[in-house]
């Protein structure tokens, strides 16, 4: 779902290539031997004692998205993002950041690059304890060599912009989860990184806090457009924050789309297993359903949707109106959605071209639109 107010651009934050991680003995010889590097992981384990915990990935991440990465536990997520900025070395393959290669820095470099450019916030927060929230905030700030008064009044900044104003002179014992994970980002923006890389922030929340957070993360991005890549083993969230996600297995990236490919077209049957109990009518698109209109009336008439809008949206739109809605690109009609087609994609019918339903679509199927559920009734119309 694409959550940003500045449209990611074509430029790469990251640019990543061929990457790989091996623990283990004589590491550096798996990548460049074909012999190892196609085996299975028990294989390679057994063969060499090695673990590759990412093999052979490569991917952008653009100016302005949120890049997801998900896959179950193990899947080398964690070491993929930590790799980003050697805080794990990796095996083989390229890594740059706006084109610089990271690979090659130097540690003063590196140092930079983990201060300055690329912010962490962890899954247990990494909070100093004996610190107030308002120092915790500082803190990036005074590694960085800011001065107290500087610091502590940029970091009362970022406090209030995560909602803990009022918070200030609390040690971390003294707050809840939620609020514990509002410092560790807090601190996180207050070097106002150029991308935020978050290694499953909100696994150790309940479900409430877990979606106070995830709305956070949407506003802050909505309002600064910051770069951010996501690190998740839930779909719900990779389905609500990601613009884009990577989704892995054993090491591998076994598909890169957005919300929508990932729920509409998944590479094999384990994404298809992976996404089999996403509700689809909330993430797929009226493209999915749309048809060429079948005449210059039903270009012109019918209440209209935008190409972006959900199926459950278009169902809404298209149970009022009672009729077929339109699909208006800039005020101009690029197709027709009717209810039929739109009850397949919740149905999980595979995806057909637009040319076959423009060719079934007349008789439109007359079928009432369900209402919309509860679960959809949250989502904005
Ligand atoms: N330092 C290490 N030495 C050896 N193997 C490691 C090391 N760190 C990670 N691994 C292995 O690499 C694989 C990927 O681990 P990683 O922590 O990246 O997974 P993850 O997807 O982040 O999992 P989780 O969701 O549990 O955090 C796992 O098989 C793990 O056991
Ligand atoms: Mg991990």
């Known amino acids: 779902m694409t959550t940003t107010g500045t449209p990611a651009t074509d430029t790469p934050v990251f640019a990543v290539h061929g990457l790989w991680k091996v623990f283990g003995p004589k590491a550096g010889r798996v990548p460049g031997d074909p012999r190892l590097a196609d085996l299975d992981p028990a294989a390679l384990r057994a063969r060499t004692g090695c673990t590759a915990a990412v093999r052979d990935v490569s991917f952008d991440v653009r100016k302005g998205e949120v890049f997801v990465v998900m896959g179950l536990s193990g899947s080398g997520k964690s070491t993929l993002v930590r790799c980003l900025t050697r805080l794990i070395e990796p095996t083989a393959g390229t890594i740059a950041i706006d084109g610089e290669d990271v690979r090659a820095m130097d540690r003063a470099r590196l140092r930079t690059l983990r201060r300055h450019r690329a912010a962490m916030v962890f899954q247990h927060f990494g909070l100093l304890p004996h610190r107030t929230v308002l120092d915790n905030v500082a803190y990036g700030l005074e590694i960085q060599g800011m001065g107290r008064g500087e610091r502590r009044e940029k970091a009362a900044e970022v406090v209030a912009k995560v909602g803990l104003e009022g918070m200030e002179q609390r040690r971390p014992a003294q707050l809840s989860g939620g609020q514990r994970q509002r410092v560790g980002l807090a601190r996180a923006l207050a070097v106002d990184p150029e991308v935020l890389l978050f290694d499953e922030p909100f696994s150790a929340l309940d479900p409430l806090i877990r979606r106070d957070m995830q709305e956070e993360v949407i506003r802050l991005h909505r309002e600064e457009g910051r770069t951010m890549v996501f690190i998740t083993h839930d779909l719900q969230e990779a389905l609500k ?119 079934r679509a007349v008789p439109a199927p007359r079928r009432e639109p369900a209402p919309p559920t509860a679960t959809t009734s949250e989502e904005p119309v």
């Not at 049957?269 to 109990?277: L, Q």
């Not at 048809?291 to 459950?312: H, K, N």
């Not at 994609?345 to 595979?350: D, I, L």
């Open 241 to 359: 924050l990601g613009d884009r996600i990577a989704l892995m297995r054993d090491g591998r990236v076994v598909q890169l789309g957005t919300p929508e490919e990932i729920v509409g077209s998944p590479a094999d049957d384990y994404v298809r297993a992976f996404v089999r109990d996403v509700p689809r009518e909330q993430v797929l698109t009226v493209r999915t359903a749309m048809r060429p209109p079948l005449s210059s009336e039903e270009a012109a008439t019918g209440p209209g949707v935008s190409p972006d809008a959900t199926v459950s949206e278009a169902i809404e739109a298209v149970s009022r109106a009672g009729t077929s809605a339109r699909v208006l690109d800039r005020g101009k009609c690029v197709g027709v959605v009717d209810a039929g087609a739109l009850l397949d994609v919740v149905a999980g019918a595979s995806a057909t071209t637009a040319d076959a339903r423009a060719d």
